[in-house]
């Protein structure tokens, strides 16, 4: 069964450097997540992505975050400058085509744990 | 903005026996999606039901039922016969109908013993 795939697993990083986290979606969906688990917290929508661009934002998604799907395959999460805070676990998800009104299964990657050091 | 609710950190259930997860959520919508997503260790999530919120009829996949009491806000999930592979963390997620965003609640730890 086809599975999101997501790279490295887990990532050490110092604060301010940039990091990129990447994700595999299924390959004929067309809506892209992500979403991020603080350790003991909730899990909390970043941003979703649907036809080249960024459909849905969250408060948390602000100018450090960016997201890309830079090859048709990869859609890829950029953190411009690290911060203590952005230590999380980074969950990208994919969802087939559909009406936004209808309940699609959202399909999620086993995620990438990001340490910020 | 909407919320939702896991008042359970962890739940511990017999195998065979029966078990049911609580979810509350809050929202002042009227067309809505509700789901269960199950989380085993150092997995990915899968969704285990959903609910449509104008379908009166509790969701059912096989071992997996759901008690949706719409005015109450209330969405559980009911687990039958369990099975040691159920052991997972349990998450209860909402969406707003026509937007894509997943609000989740906190998660249920459930333990299955033999």
């Known amino acids: 069964e086809p599975e999101v795939t997501q790279t490295p697993s887990h990532q050490v990083t110092q604060m301010g450097q940039e990091v990129i986290l990447r994700c595999v979606p299924i390959s004929n969906h067309l809506y892209f997540y992500w979403y991020r688990q603080i350790l003991g917290q909730k899990v909390e929508f970043l941003v979703s992505?649907?036809?080249?661009?960024?459909?849905?934002k969250s408060e948390i998604f602000d100018d450090q975050f960016s997201v890309e799907r830079p090859d048709g395959s990869n859609f890829t999460l950029k953190i411009r400058s690290t911060k203590l805070e952005d230590s999380a676990m980074y969950f990208c998800?994919?969802?087939?085509?559909?009406?936004?009104?209808?309940?699609?299964?959202?399909?999620f990657g086993p995620g990438t744990r990001l340490t910020v050091t | 903005a909407q919320t939702v609710t896991q008042s359970q950190p962890e739940m511990s259930v017999q195998e065979a026996e029966t078990v049911t997860l609580s979810c509350t959520y809050d929202t002042s919508e009227s067309d809505y999606y509700l789901f269960w997503y199950k989380q085993p260790p150092s997995r990915q999530m899968i969704l285990v039901i959903r609910?449509?919120?104008?379908?009166?009829q509790n969701a059912t996949e096989n071992r997996f039922s759901v008690n949706f009491q719409k005015a109450a806000k209330s969405f559980s999930l009911k687990i039958s016969d369990s099975q040691l592979g159920d052991a997972a963390m349990y998450f209860c997620a909402y969406r707003s109908a026509g937007f894509q965003k997943l609000v989740f609640g906190t998660g249920t730890r459930l333990l299955v013993s033999p």
């Open positions: 998800a994919s969802s087939p085509p559909g009406q936004a009104a209808s309940p699609n299964e959202q399909y």
């Open positions: 992505f649907y036809n080249n661009e960024i459909s849905e």
């Open positions: 609910q449509e919120a104008y379908k009166q």
